[in-house]
T-cell receptor, first 114, second 113 residues
Framework: TQLLEQSPQFLSIQEGENLTVYCNSS?????LQWYRQEPGEGPVLLVT?????EVKKLKRLTFQFGDARKDSSLHITAAQPGDTGLYLC??????????????FGQGTILTVHP | NAGVTQTPKFQVLKTGQSMTLQCAQD?????MSWYRQDPGMGLRLIHY???????DQGEVPNGYNVSRSTTEDFPLRLLSAAPSQTSVYFC????????????FGPGTRLTVT
């Protein structure tokens, strides 16, 4: 069974601060996805990273895929109250009997105070 | 496009009752999945399907059945509800051509008493 350890589980910060969320595994994934979920709704994809060492930016959010494709990070610069939500990482399995299955991390609940 | 739709939105069951959670997608995605979400545990895969007539177990399949007779529909059946099945259930669809990006429905909040 592949596992994704996501940390921290909770993050409470003030507006304007920076933060980083980590997603680590002992398994290799073909790609890594990050989702954001609002209360009462389903998760929505933010980004997919595919290549080891890849860095993607989405406004104030920076996503990185580890060289070995086992870990990823999400960095938010100058957080705003609108960034509040649940952030989930998910590893995509692309081989054998697990083709197309996703493994999700436990999630990080981010609260940004004005 | 409606995307992924789920019904009902809320459900309360008594222990031992059975029910079916409905899921439909109109994006012609070949893959469909059922997840449950519990506090502190992220999303756990219950069952998934790679196409009509093909299903496979996920991480937590016990107590649930699925079938996929059409590309559009993927119902989840609870055979005999237990309090441990109290959770929020999400259906999702995806496609290989979109890198398995999961399109989620709005979820069903199930309480078993």
């Amino acid at each position: 069974t592949q596992l994704l350890e996501q940390s921290p589980q909770f993050l409470s910060i003030q507006e304007g601060e920076n933060l980083t969320v980590y997603c680590n595994s002992s398994s290799v994934f073909s790609s890594l996805q990050w989702y954001r979920q609002e209360p009462g709704e389903g998760p929505v994809l933010l980004v997919t990273v595919v290549t080891g060492g890849e860095v993607k930016k989405l406004k104030r959010l920076t996503f990185q895929f580890g060289d070995a494709r086992k870990d990823s990070s999400l960095h938010i610069t100058a957080a705003q109250p609108g960034d509040t939500g649940l952030y989930l990482c998910a590893g995509v399995n692309a081989g054998g009997t697990s083709y197309g299955k996703l493994t999700f991390g436990q999630g990080t609940i981010l609260t940004v105070h004005p | 496009n409606a995307g992924v739709t789920q019904t009902p939105k809320f459900q309360v069951l008594k222990t031992g009752q059975s029910m079916t959670l409905q899921c439909a997608q109109d994006m012609n995605h070949e893959y469909m999945s059922w997840y449950r979400q519990d506090p502190g545990m992220g999303l756990r895969l219950i069952h998934y399907s790679v196409g009509a007539g093909i299903t496979d177990q996920g991480e937590v399949p016990n107590g649930y059945n699925v079938s996929r007779s059409t590309t559009e529909d993927f119902p989840l059946r609870l055979l005999s509800a237990a309090p441990s099945q109290t959770s929020v259930y999400f259906c999702a669809s995806s496609s290989t051509s979109e890198g398995f990006e999961q399109y989620f429905g709005p979820g069903t909040r199930l309480t078993v008493t």
